[in-house]
Every structure is written in structure tokens, then in C-alpha cells.
């Protein structure tokens, strides 16, 4: 049981960090090509130091990205290998797509680091064109894995194996759209937010710098304009997990009884042994109109399901609302900025609005790791929903904490030393556009 | 052909493009730790040049190899995963803190001493990782993997014994030779070129007589292997290749030839390889767990080939500019 756990608390760190890396990788690649190609465009130096200024940071990023990626990759089994025996045939399919569209993304981002005088500045540009794509698409084929797990499909049960494997119908898996959607978008409104804090928090120091101005506009659209649509996404998202995986829904939303017009509770504490929610703020049929699009509907409850497939109730609870509560601000951050922008026609720069945005750097990144909890914790006791228990999948290999302890203080350090890197070079940024910088 | 042999030659391949570009990225950081002499500095400035803007596409294939093991052979990846837990978290912590460190270094653009504390962080890492991966590879060659038992695994017996430790070293020369052959090619300047020269030498003497010590040490440690590798029929004219091939890269080296001496010291390592696959072939954990008995079916591995096909249109013509931008005729700046 010790070992269970520190097979989980390993997977959810090696998880929780890699995603941080994962999604600068994701996103990072887009806001540097909009930058190159205004540059390609305008002619304004000031768009070209901003591309080599944020290539350093997402060189840094991309790399421990990759190599935790790796510890990812081979973790499932190392961890879960009964699982993987099972699951590697049907699942497997993304997981080797997304290994062509990450090896895309590695060649193509090793010329636009390295190979500004290299090739021709369009060649460059259409470089990272391909990187930004390819990153996307590595999102996307490795959470389409991780949606199968959630509704599994593509295979047909007997005697305890899986046969009839269909490997795309495994990929095409109901919860695979939305999953892919809502995480592409929180990829790109969670580093366009925390893009935005950084340099807005150096325009409140020096507001007349224009490489921060520009570098602001840039990412705040892209950030914003994610963050707007994110809502939209959640929602497809949650209607399918109200009728595939109704536990993680009940357990999200505090439900424990079956309920018709059942109410939306923000925020609020689920008192298991009562089975009921309290402090909650309840808005009466909010979440049939949500889960179902019909206020009436009615929503089962955690009391329809055996104790045993009941997932940590709290947890998933308070994770989803700080989700949606960080995606909210979010999303009301970008509204108020299209505002001000459409209302002055020009960035929306008022000291106000910055130090708002500066406070809403982290959001997104909270915003993540809650979602991807509600993902993972809500699943459980299952590590395939309803075909495979976690604690039947786990590795028999004993003295597990060893591991758990040592990759915790690896990865604090490499944290703490990206950060320390991050700070110096946002600190280091340039305010005179016009003056060259080095290749790298 | 079958589709299992397909794939596991596309493991091979796989593997084989790993070592000839990552573990020539290993042996850079080998050599790095290794700089001596009046062009230390400049020695390390060459290491981190050259392998900059590829390790991290030269790294994908070892990914490849996981997934294409995990998708297609379930029923082997489980065992592997068990019975080599502790060198493969090795290996995970020395490529992890290898590509943090180098990318600190490249781009800390902080002081000397902590651009320094990385350097030596990239470098020992870039030793540990080459000798975990040859050590899970001996272990396997061995036939010290169990599969299919209850027993709780042993964490250290199978890899720790002299076979899976000396193929470990193996590796590591190996690595590092390559590397040393590629950065002859990486440099205008006479001084540093004759310094990986010699090292080049040195270090391929230290192969080939690894090679031989393991071969040895198989005859006892792992007989199944050194049957096939002195019984079979292709037995004789693969090592005369192999041989020539070592001598020839050797000769092209010791006359300056270091174009022919790139393309001769790639093929021995690939030769290496692939001796050890066609000796192990068709067992993929000798002795108790066949390719064909551990492949999934064929509705799962006909759309992995497909994609595999489909991938290698993408990938070769991708892979080959980048190694053309970066490592074509031109001369560095």
C-alpha cells in the first residue's frame, strides 16, 4: 500500500512538472513565430530581439521539457507495467505519432535556435512555423492517450484480455476532442498569461519601453484570446464526462445525491462521512443546465455508486474549483483587456491593468495542475476507468519512496534553477530596440 | 517477413541511430570531462558547438525505441521495466540532469563559476547514462532477465555482474570514440583537431579491446549470444567485417583522413550493434521470451508500420537538412 502510494505521488510529480515544461514548449513556439514574422513584415528590430530574447527562455524550457518527457515515457512502465502490458497495444498508437510530431518538433526548433545565420530569414521563420505546429500536435496525440484511459474504447474484453484491438478507434475515443482541446488551449492561455505578467511587470517599472509593449500586445492576444475561449471548451468537456465517467462529475461537483435540477455549488467543502457539501454557494439548476443543457436533468449522484469506485472526493472537489475559479479571472482579465484596447485603441496599459495583469501570471499554471488533477485523482481507484484498478497495475518492485525522494529533489533543484535563470533573463531584457544581439 | 521481424528491425534501426547521435552527444560530455592541456577551454567549446542545436532530435530515437517496445511488445516491456528498475532510473537521472545542465550552461548566461559547476554536472552525467544503458543491454544479451515468475524482482543481481558492467564500459568506449572521430570534423584548427585525433586512437584501441574482453566474458556469462556469435554461419564473415572495418577506421585516422575515418567509425558501431541483435534474434529476453511471443497482434502492429512509414517520410528528409545545415561542408564560424 506504502509502495501504491509512492508509485502515485512519483507519477504525480513526474506529471505536474513535465506539464509546466510541456506547455511552454506548446505555446512558447507560437507567440516567437507571430514575433518573427511581424519582423519579417515591419522590418522593426525590436520584433527580432523579442524573438532571440524569448528563444533563450524556450531553449532553457524546451530542454528540461524533453528530458522529463522522457522520464514520462518511461516511468508508465517502470511504474505501471502491468498496466502498460495491457493497455500498450491499444493506446499505443498516439504515443508512437507523438513521437514522429516530438521529433519534428526537436529537429525544426534545433535551426531556429541555432540556425539564424544558417538559412534564409523565411526558412527560419517557416522553422519555427513547424515547430509551433508540431508542438500542438505532441499535445494533442499524448492527451488523446490519456482520454482513453478515461473512456476507453477500442478494444473488447474476454477472459481478462483485451482482444478485437482497434488501435484508431482507441485514439478516436469519446473524451479524446475535448481532452485535446481544453489542454491546447490552457497551453497557450496559461504561458500567454505568464508571458504577459513578466513583461508587464517591466512596462510598470519603465512604460515607455517599446520591446515590452510589444512583447505585452503579443502575448496578451494570444493568451487572452485562449483564455475566452477555454470556458467553451470546459464545458464539452464536462458534458462528456457527465456521461461517461458520472463518478469524476459527482465527485467535481460535490454531488452525493442523485438530484433532478441539480444546483451548481462554487467553491465549498464535501464532508464524505455526511455525504453532503457544505459553504457551498448553490445555484439551483445550474449544473443540469451545464452537465445535460437541460435544467431538469437529473444528475446521479456519488450515492448511486459503490463506496470502493468513489475517488478522493475533497480533492477532486477543491481542484475543480480552483480550476474554474482561476480560469475565470482569466477569462475576465482578457475581456477587461479587449475593453480598454477597443475603448483607447492601443494596448491597454493603465497601471491598474497591468499589476492585475502581473497577479494573474501564475493563474494559468495553478489552473493546469487543478485540471489535471480533476483528470487523474477523479479517475481513481481506476487506472483504466472501470477495466483496470491502479492498485492492480502497479510495478512489484519494493522501495519505492527511494525514487519518489530522490526525483523530488531533482526536480526542486532544476526548478528553482529555471526560475533563477527565467528571472535573470527578464531582468537582463533589453529596453533600446535597434541594439544587435548575439546569434544565441 | 513478418511484421514482429519488421519491427524488431526497426528497433535495431532505432537503436542504432540512438547510439551513433546521442551516444556520440555522450561522448562529448566524456570528453568534456576529459579536457586537459593548453586547449581545455577550447576543447569544451568545441563538445557543446557541436552538439547544441541536434541532442534533443538525436534523443527522440531513444523514446521511439520505448514506445515502439511498449506498443509492440507488451509482453517484454513489462519484464524489462521490473527487472532493470534501478539502472533505468539511472539512466533517466543522468539524461535528465545532462540535458538540464547543458542547456543551463548554454543559456544561464550567469557567472563562471556556476556556468563551471554545470559544465562538470553535464559532464559526469554524460558518463553514467552510457554506462546504464550498456549495462541493461548486457543484462539482456546475458539471458538475466526473468519472465513470467512471481518472485519479487531482484533490484541489483541481474545488471550487477561483470558481464552487463563490462558491455556497460563497452558502451562508454564506444560513445566516447565516436565522438572524438565526429569533432575532428568539427574544428578548422590544427591544434584541436590532433587533440581528439589522438584521443579518437586511444579511444578506439580501448573499443576494440573491450569488444574482445566482452567477447571473452561471454563465453561463460552469456553462452546463448556468443553461440550465435561464433557458431552461426554468418559468424566468420561478420567479424572479418567487423575487423577491417576497426583497422580501416584506425588507419584512416592515423592518416588524417577524417571524413572516411567518420563514415568507417559510425559503421563499426553499427556493425557492434547489430552483431548483438543477430546473435540475440528471434529472442528479444533470451532465454525464455521470443519476439513472436511477445508481439501484440497484428490489427495492432500493421497500423504502427504504417505509421512508421508514414513518420520516415517526414522524419528523413527533416533529419537530413538539419544535419546538413549544421554539420555540411561548410566551414564553421
Known sequence: MADLLAARTLMALALGFHILFAVAGIAMPLLMAIAEWRWLRTGQPTWLLLTKRWARGTAILFAVGAVSGTVLSFLLGLLWPRFMAFAGPIFGLPFAL??????????????????????????????????????????????????????????????????????????????????????????????????????????????????????????????????LLEPLSGDLLARQVALTQPVKLAA??????????????????????????????EIPGALSLLAF?????????????????????????????VMVACGSVMALAALAGAGLAWRHRALP??????????????????????????????????????????????????????????TSLLYLLLGFVVLELLRRQVLASPVEPGRSEGAR | MTPEALLAGALLVALVLYGLGAGADFGGGVWDLLARGPRA???????????????????????????????????????????????????????????????????????DRSQARWGRVFAVSSLVSPVMLGACVGTIAAGRLPVGTALPPRLFEPWLAPFPLAIGLLTLALFAFLAAVYLTLETEQAGLREDFRRRALASGVLVGALALGSLGLARSEAPLVYGALTGSAW??????????????????????????????????????????????????????????????????????????????LLLVPSLAWLFRVFKGARPRG
Open chain 2, 235 to 312: 559468424a566468420l564473415p561478420f567479424h572479418l567485417v567487423t575487423a577491417a572495418c576497426a583497422v580501416a577506421a584506425l588507419g584512416a585516422l592515423h592518416r588524417r583522413r577524417f571524413a572516411r575515418a567518420r563514415a568507417l567509425a559510425a559503421l563499426l558501431a553499427a556493425l557492434l550493434l547489430a552483431g548483438w541483435a543477430l546473435a540475440q534474434y528471434p529472442w528479444l529476453l533470451p532465454p525464455g521470451l521470443t519476439f513472436a511471443e511477445a508481439a501484440a497482434p497484428r490489427q495492432v502492429l500493421e497500423p504502427v508500420l504504417l505509421a512508421l512509414a508514414g513518420g520516415a
Open chain 1, 252 to 281: 467535481m461537483e460535490g454531488q452525493f445525491r442523485t438530484e433532478r435540477g441539480a444546483p451548481l455549488r462554487l467553491g465549498g467543502l464535501p464532508d464524505v462521512e455526511a455525504r453532503e457539501t457544505r459553504h457551498a454557494l
Open chain 1, 349 to 406: 496599459d493603465r497601471r491598474w491593468y497591468l499589476r492585475a495583469l502581473v497577479a494573474c501570471g501564475p493563474l494559468g499554471f495553478v489552473a493546469l495542475e487543478a485540471g489535471w488533477t480533476v483528470t487523474e485523482v477523479g479517475r481513481q481507484p481506476w487506472i483504466i476507468q472501470g477495466v483496470m484498478r491502479t492498485s492492480e497495475a502497479v510495478t512489484p518492485v519494493p522501495g519505492l519512496l527511494l525514487p519518489l525522494l530522490a
Open chain 2, 41 to 111: 577551454a577550447a576543447q569544451r567549446e568545441l563538445v557543446a558547438h557541436a552538439i547544441g542545436p541536434i541532442w534533443e532530435a538525436n534523443h527522440v530515437w531513444l523514446i521511439l525505441v520505448v514506445v515502439l517496445l511498449f506498443v509492440c511488445f507488451p509482453a517484454g516491456f513489462a519484464p524489462l521495466m521490473t527487472g532493470l528498475f534501478v539502472p533505468l532510473t539511472l539512466l533517466l537521472f543522468g539524461i535528465v540532469l545532462r540535458g538540464s545542465a547543458f542547456a543551463f550552461r548554454a543559456y544561464g548566461d550567469v557567472s
Open chain 1, 98 to 227: 507523438e513521437g514522429f510530431a516530438f521529433f519534428t518538433e526537436a529537429i525544426f526548433l534545433g535551426i531556429f535556435l541555432y540556425g539564424w545565420e544558417r538559412v534564409s530569414p523565411w526558412l527560419h521563420w517557416a522553422s519555427g512555423v513547424v515547430v509551433a505546429l508540431s508542438g500542438a500536435l505532441s499535445g494533442v496525440f499524448v492527451v488523446t492517450a490519456n482520454a482513453w484511459m478515461n473512456t476507453p474504447a477500442g478494444f473488447r474484453l474476454a477472459d481478462g484480455r483485451a482482444v478485437d484491438i482497434d488501435p484508431v478507434a482507441a485514439m478516436l475515443n469519446p473524451s479524446a476532442f475535448g481532452q485535446a482541446l481544453h489542454m491546447a488551449l490552457a497551453a497557450y492561455a496559461a504561458v500567454g498569461f505568464a508571458v504577459a505578467a513578466l513583461h508587464a511587470s517591466r512596462l510598470l517599472r519603465d512604460p515607455a519601453s517599446d520591446f515590452h509593449r510589444k512583447a505585452l500586445a503579443l502575448a496578451l492576444a494570444v493568451g487572452g484570446a485562449a483564455a
Open chain 1, 293 to 321: 443543457h437541460d435544467p431538469q436533468a437529473t444528475v446521479r449522484g456519488l450515492e448511486e455508486f459503490p463506496r470502493s469506485d468513489w475517488p478522493p472526493v475533497v480533492v477532486v472537489h477543491l481542484a475543480f474549483q
